[in-house]
């Protein structure tokens, strides 16, 4: 299947500074990509839609300022959150789809490893 | 609004069988997956439904009947690595993002 890779894995930061998350995808390219967030013990919260070459889409209650995507070319996305604070403490997760493959046919979804943000 | 249920939590025993059940309420559809997520892990894909039916995958299952809004997963030969939680996803509209419900967490037990 597609690679969807995610650095850093782990990181810990203080609160009021930002944080860059990046996402690529390593072997196909992806026009889309889907910013997920995961509370501990709760499912996979869309964040956001992140389309290469323009605006984000991003879903109700998510706070573009805060949580700002960049999708400047075909394999590689990124979110940085902004002024971090500890209720953003959260596993942050990207996915796209290999829209090559015949994994497109279903829409399935390729994740990446997941990046957990700690915020002191 | 879109809603997906599933239970929160089962347990089993080594062996046997078990069932995980999701009901949805989607602004449209266009396929059913499942999910199998390891704590501190991403999802790593399980099954896709589009069509009703069963759709068999060595030990695990997947059944969708859309006319009732309802899939279940069914694991058999049960192990203790199957110990996970279990993501029910549904696209709604042709395109866009998964939407998941709030995951199963199965503890499998010796």
């Known amino acids: 299947g597609a690679v969807v890779s995610q650095h850093p894995s782990w990181v810990i930061c203080k609160s009021g500074t930002s944080v860059k998350i990046e996402c690529r995808s390593l072997?196909?390219?992806?026009?889309?990509m889907f910013w997920y967030r995961q509370f501990p013990k709760q499912s996979l919260m869309l964040m956001a839609t992140s389309n290469e070459g323009s605006k984000a889409t991003y879903e109700q209650g998510v706070e573009k300022d805060k949580f700002l995507i960049n999708h400047a070319s075909l394999t590689l996305s990124t979110l940085t959150v902004t002024s971090a604070h500890p209720e953003d403490s959260s596993f942050y997760i990207c996915?796209?789809?290999?829209?090559?493959?015949?994994?497109?046919?279903?829409?399935?979804?390729?994740f990446g490893e997941g990046s957990r943000l700690t915020v002191l | 609004g879109q809603n997906i249920d599933q239970p929160t939590e089962m347990t089993a025993t080594e062996g046997a069988i078990v069932q995980i059940n999701c009901t949805y309420q989607?602004?449209?559809?266009?396929?059913l997956f499942w999910y199998q997520q390891h704590a501190g892990e991403a999802p790593t894909f399980l099954s896709y439904n589009v069509l009703d039916g069963l759709e068999e995958k060595g030990r695990f299952s997947s059944f969708l009947s859309r006319s009732k809004g309802y899939s279940y997963l069914l694991l058999k030969e049960l192990q203790m690595k199957d110990s996970a939680s279990y993501l029910c996803?549904?696209?709604?509209?042709?395109?866009?993002?998964?939407?998941f419900g709030k995951g199963t967490t199965l503890s499998v037990s010796s």
């Open positions: 996803a549904v696209i709604g509209q042709a395109g866009t993002a998964l939407i």
């Open positions: 072997d196909f390219q992806a026009t889309t």
């Open positions: 996915s796209a789809r290999d829209l090559g493959a015949s994994s497109a046919n279903t829409g399935e979804l390729f």
């Open positions: 989607t602004s449209g559809f266009n396929g």
